[in-house]
């Protein structure tokens, strides 16, 4: 079954050192989504992405934050200079259309660690 | 705007009895709603969802749910509980935004099955 793939699956990193999440989306998807979940905290909607923009993004997807998808597999997420409240659980996930209702399929994650 | 309340934080059965999760929603329009399972170090994994075709909505691993417009609740159960079946579950509402579908996701219900 195809699934959606992220890596690192763990990350450590200085705080101010730039991050970047790599996700590899199933194959026939069109929309891509990020979000993170804090240790403790509910799973937060940061950014959703279609036809190589970004459609949607919330309050907590500032400047420091930017999506990507550099080719035609891969779609990134990129932190600038990280915070300790960065550190996280990070889900790339999609879905082949944007109507409510459509399955939005998951990965197993990108476990981010700021000190 | 949509929202989730997951109105157990902790739900703890037998194996072999029934599992109840609860959850209600706010939607100020038709909404979709999922439940997701997420098992200790992995990704979200849907275990089914209601797009207001039936009611009742059967998923994965002999869980269902009911839509209950009237009171507007989405609760999960199955009739006998599993070993396997701990882990912790997440109730979802989606709505179609300017570019994307967007989850809201409740704060979770850890299941706990004991021997």
């Known amino acids: 079954e195809p699934e959606v793939t992220q890596t690192p699956s763990h990350q450590v990193t200085q705080m101010g050192q730039e991050v970047i999440l790599r996700c590899v989306p199933i194959?026939?998807?069109?929309?891509f989504y990020w979000y993170r979940q804090i240790l403790g905290q509910k799973v937060e909607f940061l950014v959703s992405?279609?036809?190589?923009?970004?459609?949607?993004k919330s309050e907590i997807f500032d400047d420091q934050f930017s999506v990507e998808r550099p080719d035609g597999s891969n779609f990134t997420l990129k932190i600038r200079s990280t915070k300790l409240e960065d550190s996280a659980m990070y889900f790339c996930?999609?879905?082949?259309?944007?109507?409510?209702?459509?399955?939005?399929?998951f990965g197993e994650g990108s476990w981010l660690t700021v000190v | 705007a949509q929202s989730v309340t997951q109105l157990d934080s902790h739900v703890s059965v037998s194996e072999g009895t029934p599992v109840l999760l609860r959850c209600n929603y706010s939607?100020?329009?038709?909404?979709?709603l999922f439940w997701y399972v997420q098992h200790p170090n992995k990704g979200l994994q849907l275990l089914l969802k209601?797009?207001?075709?039936?009611?009742l909505v059967k998923g994965i691993n002999g869980f269902e749910a009911e839509f209950k417009k009237s009171e507007t609740s989405f609760h999960l159960t199955k009739p006998s509980a599993h070993m396997s079946d701990a882990a912790e579950y997440f109730c979802?509402?989606?709505?179609?935004?300017?570019?994307?579908?967007?989850?809201?996701f409740g704060t979770g219900t850890q299941l706990k099955v004991e021997l």
């Open positions: 996930a999609s879905s082949v259309s944007g109507s409510s209702g459509n399955t939005i399929y």
């Open positions: 194959s026939n998807h069109l929309y």
């Open positions: 992405f279609y036809n190589n923009e970004i459609s949607e």
């Open positions: 939607s100020s329009y038709s909404p979709s």
């Open positions: 209601y797009t207001s075709a039936a009611t």
């Open positions: 979802v509402v989606s709505g179609p935004t300017g570019g994307g579908n967007k989850l809201t």
